[in-house]
């Protein structure tokens, strides 16, 4: 019987990058960035599976909906105020998790209700990964399962600048399954979803 083959060896670059990613520290994340929530790990949400964003029809704010086990919520990512909850969505072909939608979306809550909020997370999806004025985001995972978060700025580069100069490493799910991460369509908002928590960081003044 043939034996199955191993995989291409690693080039000398790999490991090297590797090891490079392993020994960044989590450091905050640079000006004009700042934290929504004050917890170190964002606010709890158990049973997370997805999110996605939304705008304010009054504020303009950055809306963020969860989609949970435990049902729906709906955070401003300006103040991190909790602005609406629905613990019993609606179980309708459409309403239920974002797999029973064609466009994986949730219905929304409070001042989005009656527009439907495309989600990412465990069922798909995707958030941007860089915004209009040159920051990016990377996900990586040089330790599997265990996911970081990358954010940098145009002109700078893991896997080339110094750490803490031209990019940061601002989260580590090692605690939690990695579900998201991703800017607003605005760009004024990065957010961080695990199974466990949601993480997120805002451009614009409370």
Not at 75 to 91: H, L, Q, W
Not at 139 to 162: D, F, K
Request: hydrophobic share 35%; with cysteine.
């Amino acid at each position: 019987m043939e034996q199955p083959g191993r995989g291409p060896a690693l080039s000398t670059y790999q490991p090297a990058l590797r090891d490079r990613l392993l020994a960044a520290p989590v450091v905050p994340a640079p000006e004009p960035w700042r934290p929504v929530f004050a917890y170190q790990y964002g606010v709890p949400v158990g049973g997370l599976l997805g999110i996605g964003f939304a705008a304010h029809p009054d504020s303009g704010h950055d809306l963020v909906l969860v989609d949970s086990t435990s049902g729906h919520g709906l955070f401003d990512a300006v103040t991190g105020e909790k602005i609406a909850r629905d613990r019993d969505p609606d179980p309708g072909p459409d309403d239920d998790t974002p797999d029973a939608s064609d466009g994986l979306s949730c219905p929304g809550l409070g001042p989005i209700a009656g527009s439907r909020v495309r989600v990412a997370g465990l069922f798909g999806g995707s958030l941007p990964a860089v915004t209009d004025d040159g920051w990016v985001l990377e996900v990586v995972a040089p330790a599997w399962p265990n996911h970081r978060v990358l954010l940098s700025r145009e002109g700078g580069s893991p896997y080339a600048g110094s750490h803490g100069e031209g990019w940061w490493h601002i989260f580590h799910a090692s605690y939690s399954e990695f579900r998201a991460a991703g800017f607003s369509p605005s760009g004024q908002t990065l957010a961080v979803a695990t199974s466990s928590d949601l993480s997120l960081w805002t451009r614009r003044p409370v």
